[in-house]
């Protein structure tokens, strides 16, 4: 009966001591810690507490922060409960010495109508302003591009939503990209393409309108986020200025570099803000952003210095384009690509002398889709890499085969398209003379088609492994010759050891006598140049017998022999 009775005075023992060592805790921390009464009176307080406030109804020199800095940004709710409460936020204390500070406040409230106080609060303070300072320096450089000062692309995404989220309705956006400047990177340098870029943006920020938010969104690309674009006709004026004053001559360390741009317009569609959820609005601003930039793409296929005004037909391509990709990848890995070869004959003995290899994609749902089909999702997302490489991989043991059975002799070749992707890699020619010795083919044997698009423009690395190859013996051809305004330069400035005649040039149906003449001066010019010349998409009898007669040494196409698998690769002469 006595056990219960003559164990209290340990626990109350046990009690007091707790707390004794809770208080010694409190008083030792950094943090500033109280205990103050509803009406204001300091009861308790660390030293640093101490330190940092002082009561009431006290002045203290040092500037120490009275308590109802506190107690009036604590909410009310929080003060007024009948049960009391708790409460954790962020509060600014200006002291003298640090204006502006931040401290992180934890309150506990209860309530004791007992007491003088009517109650208390527990406050616990501790300063964040270091924290808070450096979290708004990230913040900052998050959102500013370290190199021009603009925004990023995330940055202005958050832009988009804020105000499509305040019911804007006029709306629209310029990416804008410069012209070249994979050019200006390899033959100035990169510091000087820094320079460039920085000029740009600086040029770019003087020719749109003062409210207008300019972004950067890409090594070359910028964003044009306007307000009040009512009409596309506005915004293609506006983009027009943006390109006059952006285009010409650029002088940086007295090197001249010449500006163009080409710029894509969305302007958004004030029927899809009014259906839009709030909740959606970074969604929106992250499609609109990709409708300028499918109009820019479009704007790129048509040359230099060209605008182009985003459109629902451009947006199903870009969509359209988007999911060819994806499924092209997924398609990869699951082997559904298949190579079909398709012979070469030559026009003089009539006999088969060689096979290029082309792509199939047996495609789940659109069926058999040819290479062109395909080719150009593949090079925008980088597939295009490792599914060249494994073309050229199928492609020489194909050849190896039909080399060990009989099908075709030692002088027969393959010819495989490369990619500018492929040739721009400084591995390619270690990649395609280990290839050639594992198959146990000599280099003359394998042909790489390139075509004209390939080797113009900024396309350094790519010359320079062309030019490798054929030191080591490959041949290289220039494929669909005749679809670009500099192919003539692509014979003798790059140089090659066959000329593919695109079959827009190869004398097809309705082709005239100066047609004729034409193909023949290019022959005879290749011929000069030490090329021979492979013509294309054959598909009459009478083109075949105009091609022979202008002097083409080799044809191909379904008149000739269509493409087959590797399997059932048999090719009679013709």
Known sequence: MNAPTDSQPNMIDHESGALAALRELLHASDAATLVIGLDGTMIDANPAGRSLFRPPDHTHPGGRLPLNDVIDQIPAAVLAGADGGSWRGQINLATPSEPGATYEVTVVVRHDP????????????????????????????????????????????????????????DLAVLMVDIDGMGDVNDSLGHRIGDRVILAAAHRLTTAVRPDDIVARVGGDEFAVLCHGLTSADAADELADRVRQVLMGRLTVQQIDVDLSVSIGVAMLDPQTTRELDPRSCREASEQLLSDADAALHAAKRRGRSNTAVASPHLRAEARDRTQLASDLARGFRQGELRVEYQPIFSAVTEKPVAAEALMRWEHPTRGRLEAGQFVRAAEETGTIGPIGDWVLEQALAAAQGWMNDGTV????????????????????????????????????????????????????????????????????????????SDALSLMTEVGADLLKLDGSLALPTGSSEADTRVVRSLVMLAHALDMEVVAERVTGVEQLRRLRSAGCDYVQGHLVGMPSPPDRFRPPAL
């Open 114 to 169: 007992t007491t003088v106080q009517q109650g208390f609060m527990a406050v616990l303070c501790r300063d964040i302003t270091d924290q808070v300072t450096r979290t708004e320096h990230l913040q900052q450089q998050l959102r500013h591009d370290a190199a021009t000062g603009l925004l990023t692309r995330t940055a202005a995404l958050g832009s988009l939503a804020t105000s499509l989220a305040a019911g804007r309705v």
């Open 409 to 484: 002799n030692d002088r027969f070749s393959v010819h495989v398209n490369v990619s500018r992707q492929q040739l721009s890699s400084p591995t390619f020619v270690t990649r395609v003379t280990d290839l050639l010795r594992e198959h146990s083919m000599r280099p003359r044997q394998l042909v790489i088609e390139a075509r004209e698009a390939t080797l113009l423009g900024d396309a350094h690395d790519a010359i320079r492994t062309v030019r490798s190859l054929r030191r080591v013996g490959v041949r290289v051809a220039l494929d669909n010759f005749g679809t670009g």
